[in-house]
């Protein structure tokens, strides 16, 4: 009889699984990505979120069967205020652990990010992997644009920001990342660009606005001091040592050549002499020849072209040395920590003015690029006739 | 007189014990890094506290071996008077409550926090110590038994978990080790004292143990373990998130946990801890409510300990609601300035106390 009644029991237990946090699959709001602005009014914040429906999830979505992401907005005092001003215009619990994506937008990043960092990692609903971005306008504006082969601005700024972890101009950060930059020595940071821009010969009024990477955002603390684009961006990335694959091309007397770099990294030396800092960031990397197109023995024009790219490589970071460091006396390259672990002491002595002494500091830029690889042919093409 | 416990549990089984409550308390609360100031240096902190473990476990031990068969219940009116020995039996078994309710509460704050934000924690302490109760009523065996089962699936859950982790270190934000010099080193090293100090449940585990002499070196291992599982730890914090945001994470071990993802997919482990918690405040509090009642029961000469399972039952689950107002408040009570006088005081001193008083009067107890 105790059997019985102890067996009646455990089954019961089976109809009460967390019933108190029970939610339907159906009462859901997905939330892909989220964008975090000024409000109108300018001192609070307005808060977007990017949402589907588990159904949108399913087979139709897989198979293509289209279906429109949906954003809802609402603004409020402080930015958890505007998160819960959104519930009144959502009929289904917004979900936010399976966000990917938090866009900040221009304004709001330079006004100061302190308050939606916090928000981030103090609520258990995020994840320290969630990826940050700034964009260039508005986040909305960001989320809104045309997601090109995505079904969702999520998936868009994933896939693109995937792709430049490896080919190029800017970078993927979590918010674990940022909150390390943030919190290092030197308490400045960056974050992934993206804008909202029409597309090369499109007309006014035709074509959506297509998203696409466009550098990198420089941070002090938690407040955009500028922004980097092209070489510059690329070149914090070389002296980052964070650049996967990429290309470098120029002109040699007779033709011109490009290769792809792989295998990059970069290591900062730090030291104090005579009491002052001294950097030197030694770069290296890989070549893979792509083109070429001038006609030089093979033994001779290898290190004609690794002297090239060594130089393009050069201008890149020092373009980058130029607008970051001494325009905008910001140390996203791990300077300030690199000398504090080299002299604990020295250190302490100079934080406190380290911003000071950024628009004059000496960096002494190392290059090695080996070609090593020539892919499957070995010559350029020699044609035929007379 | 009878002792209220017949059962008999092995050396392997008392040290399993020991080794998921560390596990436990790091899963959940890892006190060097939360209330602790050595930032990047904690892991040489860590190692610091198996050493101090070591030092504090052996009076307890020496005691253990000087009764081996006698319940301290039984040696102490004979060495520090019955009056004194009520008290200490008292303040003994408060301690076991105490701790078990502050286990009891973190594993609620931790639900609630982390998973079920909607579930009143009333009812996640109720439906655990139902649990607890019944494996209390059932008898140290049936806790040890059980012990053995969950340390497994506990250590290894820690090790996938410290091992994911790693793919996640940035082992240059340990640099420059001892920046600031030894002392927030040792000051932090004080911090998790408290809760290693729990090797005193040998002390009352001792007389049911049946292969007693290869306890002491079981212990030893396992407390060097703890201290290097520790160590990892207190690396992977500042190795993740860097020295000053490890600090201000109020669950340490969740975030590391929520924070792995690995190829894109290997993500959202959270599950895991929570397997571990659950699993783990079952053993923490079964053991240590188990405790509580058997040394009131000895104590008082009571006939069965069981009698006392129901009322310290109910009087943990009221108690979890208001041993702390916050997290806060718990926070403060962690720091190695409170938590650690106040546990060592019991844990370390009483057993150090009764010690040299049984030295000078030259008692002992019977050979096991």
């Known amino acids: 009889m105790k059997r019985l009644a102890l067996t009646a029991l455990a089954l019961c237990l089976a109809l009460a699984p967390g019933c108190y946090d029970l939610t339907e699959l159906t009462e859901l709001g997905l939330i892909e990505s989220v964008a975090i602005d000024t409000s109108a009014a300018g001192e609070g914040y307005e808060f977007t979120a990017e949402f589907m429906t588990p159904a949108d999830r ?85 989320l809104a644009a045309t997601s090109g082969l995505e079904t969702t601005a999520a998936g868009a700024l994933v896939g693109l ?226 | 007189m009878t002792d209220v416990e017949q059962g008999k549990v092995s050396s392997g ?10 596990l436990f308390t790091m899963a959940v609360l890892l006190p060097l890094v939360s209330t602790g100031t050595a930032g990047r240096d904690s892991w040489l902190s860590a190692l610091l506290v198996g050493v101090w473990t070591a030092l504090i476990t052996l009076p307890m031990l020496l005691l253990a071996r000087r009764f081996p068969t006698e319940a301290p219940a039984a040696y102490l009116p004979r060495v520090v008077s019955r009056p004194v020995a009520v008290v200490i039996g008292i303040l003994f078994a408060w301690y076991f409550l105490h701790l078990a309710v502050i286990e009891l509460r973190q594993f609620a704050d931790v639900l609630n926090t982390a998973l079920l934000r909607e579930t009143p924690s009333l009812l996640l302490t109720g439906l655990m110590l139902a649990v607890v109760a019944y494996a209390m009523d059932q008898g140290l065996e049936v806790i040890a038994r059980s012990t053995q089962i969950i340390a497994s699936a506990i250590i290894a859950i820690a090790l996938f978990v410290l091992g994911l982790s790693a793919i996640h270190w940035r082992l240059e934000n340990l640099a420059p080790v001892l920046a600031n010099g030894w002392r927030p080193v040792l000051v932090t090293s004080f911090s998790p004292l408290g809760w290693f100090a729990e090797t005193v449940i040998v002390l009352f585990l001792f007389p049911y143990i049946s292969d007693k002499h290869t306890l002491p070196g079981k212990l030893y291992a396992v407390i060097a373990a703890s201290a290097v599982i520790l160590a990892a730890f207190g690396t992977a914090a500042p190795a993740m998130f860097g020295a000053a945001e490890a ?100 844990t370390t001193g009483l057993p150090l106390l009764v010690l040299a008083v049984a030295a000078l009067r030259g008692q002992r107890g019977g050979a096991s």
Request: charged share 20%; glycine share 10%.
């Open chain 1, 161 to 386: 920001l995937e792709i430049q972890q490896t080919m190029g101009y800017s970078r993927m950060v979590s918010l674990n990342e940022f909150m390390l930059m943030a919190t290092s020595e030197a308490g400045m940071g960056l974050l992934p660009l993206v804008r909202a821009a029409k597309q090369p010969g499109s007309a006014a009024g035709e074509d959506e606005p297509l998203l696409e990477v466009a550098g990198l955002g420089i941070f002090d603390g938690d407040r955009l001091v500028g922004t980097v684009e092209g070489p510059a961006a690329r070149g914090v990335l070389w002296l980052r040592g964070e650049l996967g694959r990429g290309a470098l091309f120029g002109t040699l007397p007779g033709g011109q050549v490009s290769a792809e770099f792989s295998g990059v990294s970069s290591r900062t030396r730090a030291a104090f002499v005579r009491g002052e800092p001294a950097i030197r960031v030694e770069i290296q990397g890989r070549l893979t020849l792509l083109e070429d197109g001038f006609g030089v023995p093979l033994v001779k024009k290898v290190p004609m072209m690794e002297d090239l790219f060594e130089a393009q490589v050069r201008t890149e970071v020092e373009a980058a040395l130029d607008e970051v460091l001494r325009g905008m006396r910001a140390d996203v390259f791990g300077f300030a920590d690199a000398l504090h672990r080299s002299d604990h002491r020295q250190w302490q002595r100079l934080k406190g003015s380290w911003r000071e002494w950024l628009a004059g500091l000496n960096v002494e830029v190392d290059v090695k690029l080996s070609l090593g690889h020539l892919g499957l042919t070995t010559t350029r093409i020699l044609f035929g006739g007379p």
């Open chain 2, 247 to 346: 600090q201000r994470q109020t669950f340490v071990g969740l975030t590391i946990i929520r924070s792995i993802s690995v190829a894109g997919f290997l993500e959202r482990l959270d599950p895991l801890l929570i397997v571990a918690l659950i699993s783990g405040v079952f053993v923490k509090a079964g053991v240590l409510l188990y405790l509580a009642a058997l040394v009131l029961a000895q104590t008082f000469g009571l006939q069965s300990y069981r009698g006392l399972v129901l009322p310290i039952s109910v009087l943990a689950l009221g108690f979890s609601r208001i041993v702390f107002e916050s997290t806060l408040e718990a926070r403060h009570f962690f720091a190695p300035h409170v938590m650690t006088p106040y546990a060592l005081s019991i």
């Open chain 1, 58 to 142: 399913g087979d139709d979505a897989i198979q293509g069967k289209g279906f429109e992401p949906w954003l809802a907005s609402a603004d409020g005092p402080t930015l958890h205020a505007a998160i819960n001003h959104i519930r009144r215009r959502v009929s289904r619990l917004p979900f936010y652990q399976h966000a990917e994506v938090v866009v900040f937008g221009r304004p709001l990043a330079q006004r100061g990010l302190t308050s939606a960092l916090d928000l981030l990692t103090r609520d258990s609903r995020g994840r320290r992997t969630l990826r940050l971005v700034v964009t260039e306008g508005t986040g909305r504006e960001a």
């Open chain 2, 13 to 22: 089984q008392v040290v399993l014990m020991y080794f998921v409550f560390r």
